[in-house]
């Protein structure tokens, strides 16, 4: 389904007047294993839509707590393939959720973007994100992923203009995702009221759903957005859950679940 699984999902939640709940995890963290307990359990606590980071040694955009995650993985001995692996794994007991690979350059360029877009589509992932992608340097990869009917996610910062907007959206498709804070993920929190204006100039321009991430930290902060945006993103909370989770003697997984639970029934019903 690929990039239509993105696009039903948004519109049963506009149907319902819902704002999407988007979770972010990093595959491999601290297990693989783990990351398939934490993907299954994420659906069933209320994720609309799940993140799933592939580790790399220098992920600039991340703050601490993701760092730290993506240090664990790759210890654990995670590579892309494994990653991909799991998509499809988590594809067997889910047809409907749709699954977004994120990460940076690096290893999409060592894979080659056709086989990177194919690998995509085959193992039932449906959009990506790649930080540190600028839409010059993109067309290659865009080009792979239109041919494989994956979407390639943009991100659109505080600072983007008019004119940066515009080339940003240009072939974005599924959503795009708003940072609404600068700087890097879960240091610093978002403030609802300032991203309101933004969020509805990206939406005119794109002419998709917007879902707002880095920076949300609470379920109130979490209820504000959804206020705001077609979703919310939350990331380093679960992240930062997992590992204060570890090393535990009952399921690694169960404080990053009961937390998303808490965090998606903000989301589902702020507009209530």
Same mark, same amino acid.
């Given at each position: 389904?690929?990039?239509? @699984?993105? *696009?039903?999902?948004?519109?049963?939640?506009?149907?319902?007047?819902?704002?999407? /709940?988007?979770?972010?995890?990093?595959? #491999? *963290?601290?297990?693989?294993?783990?990351?398939?307990?934490?993907?299954?359990?994420?659906?069933?606590?209320?994720?609309?839509?799940?993140?799933?980071?592939?580790? /790399? +040694? %220098?992920?600039?955009?991340?703050?601490?707590?993701?760092?730290?995650?993506?240090? @664990?993985?790759?210890?654990?001995?995670?590579?892309?393939?494994?990653?991909?692996?799991?998509?499809?794994? /988590?594809?067997?007991?889910?047809?409907?959720?749709? !699954?977004?690979?994120? &990460?940076?350059?690096?290893?999409?360029?060592?894979? #080659?973007?056709?086989?990177?877009? @194919?690998?995509?589509?085959?193992?039932?992932? *449906?959009?990506?994100?790649?930080?540190?992608?600028?839409?010059?340097?993109?067309?290659?990869? =865009? %080009?792979?992923?239109?041919?494989?009917?994956?979407?390639?996610?943009? !991100?659109?910062?505080?600072?983007? *203009?008019?004119?940066?907007? $515009? =080339?940003?959206?240009?072939? =974005?498709? &599924?959503?795009?995702?708003?940072?609404?804070?600068?700087?890097?993920?879960?240091? $610093?929190?978002?403030?609802?009221?300032?991203?309101?204006?933004?969020?509805?100039?990206?939406?005119?321009?794109?002419?998709?759903?917007?879902?707002?991430? /880095?920076?949300?930290?609470?379920?109130?902060?979490?209820?504000?957005?959804?206020?705001?945006?077609?979703?919310?993103?939350?990331?380093?909370?679960?992240?930062?859950?997992?590992?204060?989770? !570890?090393? &535990?003697? +009952?399921?690694?997984?169960? $404080?990053? !679940?009961?937390?998303?639970?808490?965090?998606?029934?903000?989301?589902?019903?702020? @507009?209530?």
């Amino acid at each position: 389904m690929t990039v239509a @699984r993105i *696009d039903a999902r948004f519109a049963k939640l506009k149907a319902e007047n819902k704002a999407a /709940f988007v979770s972010y995890i990093m595959a #491999g *963290d601290p297990d693989l294993e783990t990351s398939f307990n934490v993907l299954k359990g994420l659906a069933e606590a209320g994720s609309d839509i799940i993140e799933l980071g592939f580790p /790399f +040694s %220098d992920p600039m955009a991340e703050g601490p707590i993701i760092q730290l995650a993506a240090e @664990r993985s790759l210890k654990a001995g995670t590579k892309i393939a494994q990653v991909f692996a799991l998509a499809s794994r /988590f594809r067997e007991i889910d047809a409907d959720t749709p !699954l977004i690979l994120m &990460g940076y350059m690096n290893p999409v360029e060592n894979m #080659g973007y056709p086989a990177f877009a @194919r690998a995509c589509a085959d193992h039932g992932i *449906d959009g990506v994100i790649v930080v540190d992608c600028p839409p010059e340097e993109a067309e290659g990869l =865009t %080009d792979a992923l239109d041919a494989a009917d994956v979407a390639l996610i943009r !991100l659109i910062t505080p600072t983007s *203009d008019e004119k940066r907007l $515009k =080339t940003l959206v240009k072939r =974005t498709k &599924g959503f795009v995702y708003y940072v609404s804070v600068a700087g890097v993920t879960g240091v $610093k929190e978002a403030d609802a009221q300032g991203i309101a204006g933004a969020v509805k100039r990206v939406q005119e321009a794109a002419q998709l759903p917007v879902v707002v991430g /880095f920076g949300i930290k609470t379920p109130e902060r979490a209820s504000e957005v959804a206020r705001i945006a077609d979703g919310a993103v939350v990331g380093s909370v679960l992240v930062d859950a997992l590992a204060k989770s !570890l090393p &535990g003697n +009952s399921p690694i997984e169960a $404080k990053v !679940l009961e937390t998303a639970g808490i965090l998606a029934q903000a989301v589902h019903n702020a @507009r209530n």
